[in-house]
């Protein structure tokens, strides 16, 4: 079964910093790009940043300088470092990734998300 856990979100005061992970389960295969998008209340699910699998990177503009993406391929990992963050910043944040499984069908799969919240 293909599963994408998010974990590290949580309150943090305006100008602080978190760090948010994602991990794939272990029947899968590989992963092509991953990605991190977000959904405040009442706004469409944005894009924030995705990386490729040989680590390009490319960043919303409202998060780029202050948050970092990277990823851990033989740990099928993902992180987003969050620097500087701000109220704006507060949404939930899913992880997003094209995924190869052992068995099922290839694709791109999303995780439960995770709630940052960033009090002013």
């Known amino acids: 079964q293909v599963q994408l856990v998010e974990s590290g979100g949580g309150l943090v005061q305006a100008g602080g910093s978190l760090r948010l992970s994602c991990a794939a389960s272990?029947?899968?295969?590989?992963?092509?790009?991953m990605g991190w998008y977000r959904q405040a209340p009442g706004k469409q699910r944005e894009l924030v940043a995705t990386v490729t699998t040989g680590g390009g990177t490319n960043y919303a503009d409202s998060v780029k300088d202050r948050f970092i993406l990277s990823r851990d391929n033989a740990k099928k990992t993902m992180y987003l470092q969050m620097n500087s963050l701000k109220p704006e910043d507060t949404a939930v944040y899913y992880c997003?990734?094209?995924?190869?499984?052992?068995?099922?069908?290839?694709?791109?799969?999303w995780g439960q998300g995770t709630q940052v919240t960033v009090s002013s």
């Open positions: 272990r029947s899968i295969s590989s992963i092509r790009d």
């Open positions: 997003n990734a094209f995924i190869f499984p052992r068995d099922g069908r290839q694709g791109y799969y």
